[in-house]
Each structure stands twice: as structure tokens, then as C-alpha cells.
Nanobody, 114 residues
Framework: QVQLVESGGGLVQAGGSLRLSCAAS???????????MGWYRQAPGKQRELVAS???????TYADSVKGRFTISRDNAKKTVYLQMNSLNAEDTAVYYC?????WGQGTQVTVSS
């Protein structure tokens, strides 16, 4: 059984940065076995939305709202996916979730104070 565990959330001032990590654990040797990895977020009263995704080959996609500010990356050997978030603003406040295939992490809260 494979689990995804997020970390790195917290409270940050507008304009600041955070780096989220998503570590896969359990019956998985390498992240290569999970093809597309993604970060989603859900703000209060809103639907969960895709923030960024990355394939095994390194192809990335980003929501328009985060392009140029967020960067997704992965380290297959470390079984970890990262989301570097810069120039954060209040609209980025949400619970951020790691996802792959049918797997979801428990989420990590990101709060941006203005």
C-alpha cells in the first residue's frame, strides 16, 4: 500500500515563499511507478483545483493563476515531489493536496497573510 504525505505548509506573509514536499511511502520502490504527480488546492467554499502536475518525463503543467510563481519538481529516487511557491498572495491560501492516480495525501494548510 502506498501513501502520500505532504509537509511544508504554514503561515507566510504576502510576497513570501514556501516549499511543499510530498513523500511517497509504503510498497513503492521509486516514484517512477507513479507516472503523473500533481498538486491540488482547495480554498474554503471552493472546489478543489489542479495547481501543477509533472510527468515521469518532466513535462509540467500549471494553472494560469500560478504560472511564473510556482515550480513543481520531482525526485524519483527520493520518492518526493516538490512545489516551490514564490510571490504568494492571499488568493493562494488553501489546503494543498498531493495526488497521483487514485492516491491523495492528507493535505497541508497554506495561509498567506496580507
Amino acid at each position: 500500500q502506498v501513501q502520500l504525505v505532504e509537509s511544508g505548509g504554514g503561515l507566510v506573509q504576502a510576497g513570501g515563499s514556501l516549499r511543499l514536499s510530498c513523500a511517497a511511502s509504503g510498497s513503492i520502490f521509486s516514484l517512477i511507478s507513479l507516472n503523473v504527480m500533481g498538486w491540488y488546492r482547495q480554498a474554503p467554499g471552493k472546489q478543489r483545483e489542479l495547481v501543477a502536475s509533472i510527468s515521469n518525463g518532466g513535462t509540467t503543467t500549471y494553472a494560469d493563476s500560478v504560472k511564473g510563481r510556482f515550480t513543481i519538481s520531482r525526485d524519483n529516487a527520493k520518492k518526493t515531489v516538490y512545489l516551490q511557491m514564490n510571490s504568494l498572495n492571499a488568493e493562494d491560501t488553501a489546503v494543498y493536496y498531493c495526488h497521483s492516480s487514485v492516491l491523495w495525501g492528507q493535505g497541508t494548510q497554506v495561509t498567506v497573510s496580507s
